[in-house]
């Protein structure tokens, strides 16, 4: 008979020996036999570009470990640098204020909402940081979501469908395509800042809906739109119109509300604000700001709200303080206007090629060569200025660059000295071999 507790009749022994048999199952293959990582898309030329920074003793200069908190300057591996990579435009970074007012935020809600807003997540330190974003934008209303990048994908895939069409500027961030491609509308990228172009690409495109999207100030060029002529080719085509004000807020217009005010337009005139959190408001998260009417549907539509975490109470406290700031100290921007200005002209004036850029706060150094952008972020890393290169696949390899973004925090003197060892090095590594694909060729096989 079966004993009690061992129905199968099994005895001890026997019942050991199936367990060992059962559990001595044969050896994994390694992970990467199962998911092979070099046949995703764009491996081989992030494999290359790699390799090609090797073969010419670059140091790798991305991924670097800052210590403390980044601001003018920031601490990599024990040494200081000026730094011009962070997106801090008002040096708010680490400001006492906005720490105390994440503290506070957290004592009261906790570090997570814990859940959808919709469903049980609502805090009114939310609402509190989305009418401080309507009012911004002149407008009715607005929503916050947890990323930035995941809010153009998530809005945009939203807004259209396939048989409707957008038309986006050429140089629009990778987020825009990706909401874009999502919809499964027709997708026209034109020529940058070419109203125009946007006009034909509408012309050529009939369809029932229509967005035209642009950003208020492109981050890799720093360079603007003609708003104006925007909003005309969108009431002339009954499009909506879609402003990505990520860098233009707390750096465009006197008061630093972003793009509207820059060009002079009324913002009501734009439908669709979008906005992040991450750069002058020093916080994590992006939003959308618009008519009443549209946010109250897209909060009951958008995928990345209903189906995500509502923002943590943390980074919306972050947010709302340092909008506070931006609003009660407009010298903040002022300054950020000089500095940009200065950075800008000086390095022009020592013959560097700043493309497009106004000089805002974005201004580019472009090499047109990955290899020559890599040496000399690579020589100024070595005198101790951290400029991270944009490389080939990141931009096309004739507009291959280093990126500096000037801050309200930046002193003359910083910016006085950087400009001249940037002009210096810049002619050093001008006279240097820029054929990238030579070195890719021979690294690829
Ligand atoms: C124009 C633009 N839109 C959206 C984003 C995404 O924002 P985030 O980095 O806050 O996710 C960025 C990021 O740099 C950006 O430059």
């Avoid at 400001?95 to 004592?107: P, S, V, Y």
């Amino acid at each position: 008979m079966a004993a009690r507790g061992n129905p199968f009749g099994l005895s001890a022994e026997a019942k050991a020996q199936l367990l060992a048999r059962l559990s001595a199952r044969p050896p994994l293959p390694a992970a990467t036999e199962r998911l092979d990582p070099a046949q995703l898309d764009g491996a081989r030329d992030v494999d290359a570009v790699a390799a090609a920074a090797d073969h010419l003793g670059i140091a790798d200069p991305y991924f670097r470990l800052h210590d403390g908190i980044a601001g003018a300057e920031t601490i990599i591996a024990g040494r200081r640098y000026s730094n011009f990579a962070s997106y801090d435009y008002l040096g708010l970074n680490g400001d006492g204020r906005i720490a105390e007012a994440t503290k506070a935020a957290i004592d009261r809600y906790g570090t997570t909402v814990s859940a959808s807003r919709m469903v049980s997540g609502e805090r009114a330190i939310h609402r509190e940081l989305e009418a401080a974003l309507a009012d911004i934008h002149g407008a009715e209303d607005a929503m916050a979501l947890v990323g930035g990048h995941a809010t153009n994908v998530s809005v945009i895939g939203a807004l259209l469908g396939p048989g409707d069409v957008i038309a986006h500027d050429a140089l629009a961030h990778n987020s825009i395509i990706q909401g874009a491609r999502l919809s499964g509308a027709r997708r026209i990228a034109f020529a940058h800042n070419d109203p125009d172009a946007a006009d034909k690409a509408f012309a050529d495109a009939p369809a029932r809906r229509k967005l035209l999207v642009v950003e208020g100030h492109y981050s890799m060029d720093g360079d603007v739109p003609d708003l104006a002529c925007f909003v005309a080719v969108a009431r002339r085509h009954r499009a909506w119109l879609m402003v990505d004000d990520a860098h233009a807020l707390g750096v465009l217009g006197r008061r630093g509300f972003g793009s509207a005010e820059h060009a002079g337009i009324d913002p009501r005139e734009v439908d669709i604000w979008m906005g992040t959190l991450s750069k002058s408001l020093v916080s994590c998260g992006g939003y959308i700001a618009g008519a009443r009417a549209l946010i109250e549907r897209l909060k009951r539509l958008v995928p990345g709200f209903v189906f995500s975490v509502g923002m943590a109470p943390a980074a919306a406290a972050a947010a709302l303080a340092a909008l506070r700031i931006l609003q009660a100290e407009p010298e903040r921007v002022a300054r950020l206007r000089r500095n940009g200005a200065l950075f800008h002209g000086l390095l022009r004036d020592g013959g560097v090629d700043t493309g497009t850029s106004i000089g805002a706060a974005i201004v580019p150094v472009v090499t047109g060569s990955s290899i020559r952008a890599g040496k000399l972020a690579a020589a100024l890393f070595e005198r101790g200025i951290n400029a991270p290169p944009i490389l080939y696949p990141a931009v096309p390899e004739r507009a291959a660059r280093l990126r500096f973004f000037v801050t309200a925090a930046h002193d003359e003197a910083r910016l006085r000295e950087t400009a001249s060892i940037v002009a210096a090095e810049s002619r050093r590594v001008a006279g240097e071999p820029a054929e990238l694909a030579n070195i890719t060729r021979r690294v690829k096989r």
